[in-house]
């Protein structure tokens, strides 16, 4: 059965760093174009990284803090989130771009002093 697991969320004061994971099952990282989505409070969820292979993009108002990458290995997707402001707060949720399953119960980050 395909499956994906979101952890790693917290609360952090601005200006701090937190590591998300994102474990697959049933289907590997690295058949289709894999995403990290936030969905901010009384917002709709949005794309703010993707990755295949060693292409990735990212959103304007994550670029240069956030980095998507992913281990084979343990068929598991991460975001590095770097210098978080308190606009990254939200429920993190990765998936597959293109091809998507059923979302993941998401993680929560809460970034506020």
């Known amino acids: 059965q395909e499956q994906l697991v979101e952890s790693g969320g917290g609360l952090m004061q601005p200006g701090g760093s937190l590591r998300l994971s994102c474990l697959a099952s049933?289907?590997?990282?690295?058949?289709?174009?894999m995403g990290w989505y936030r969905q901010a409070p009384g917002k709709q969820r949005e794309l703010v990284a993707s990755t295949i292979s060693s292409l990735s993009t990212y959103a304007d108002s994550v670029k240069g803090r956030f980095t998507i990458s992913s281990d084979n290995a343990k068929n598991t997707l991460y975001l590095q989130m770097n210098n978080q402001n308190p606009e990254d707060t939200g429920v993190y949720y990765c998936?597959?771009?293109?091809?998507?399953?059923?979302w993941g119960p998401g993680t929560q980050d809460t970034v506020s002093s």
């Open positions: 998936n597959y771009v293109d091809f998507p399953i059923s």
């Open positions: 049933g289907r590997s990282v690295n058949t289709y174009i």
